[in-house]
Nanobody
């Protein structure tokens, strides 16, 4: 069965950086959509960054543009989220997702309802 396993979360000071990884098994991420989402306590899950790996087309939430970068390594079948200039409001559980329900999502790849496969999440805590 398809599995997505996130890693790389932890604690950071405001202004610091973290790099999250998402290792996907039993499903190739070579030409598909993959996204990163986050959910803070008491809040709904929100799309942070996503990409179509076939063309390196990426999309970002306004709150993270210029600070976060999504990428992937086809050989490792792994997606990454580089998070720089972290802010306390970035504190949340971060999830990766793939297996789009539809083709041609473009910026709709930031919607969590468009994915079939999800990881268990990795916690990111940013202190001021």
């Amino acid at each position: 069965r398809v599995q997505a396993v996130e890693s790389g979360g932890g604690s950071a000071q405001a202004g610091g950086s973290l790099r999250l990884s998402c290792l996907v098994s039993e499903y190739s991420i070579t030409s598909t959509y993959i996204g990163w989402f986050r959910q803070a306590p008491g809040s709904e899950r929100e799309g942070v960054a996503c990409m179509y790996t076939g063309r390196n087309a990426s999309y970002y939430a306004d709150s993270v543009k210029g600070r976060f970068t999504i990428s992937r390594d086809n050989d490792l079948n792994t997606a990454f989220l580089q998070m720089d200039n972290l802010k306390p409001e970035d504190t949340a559980m971060y999830y990766c997702a793939t297996g789009p329900r539809y083709s041609g999502l473009r910026e709709r790849c930031l919607r969590d309802s468009n994915y079939k496969y999800w990881g268990q999440g990795t916690q990111v805590t940013v202190s001021s």
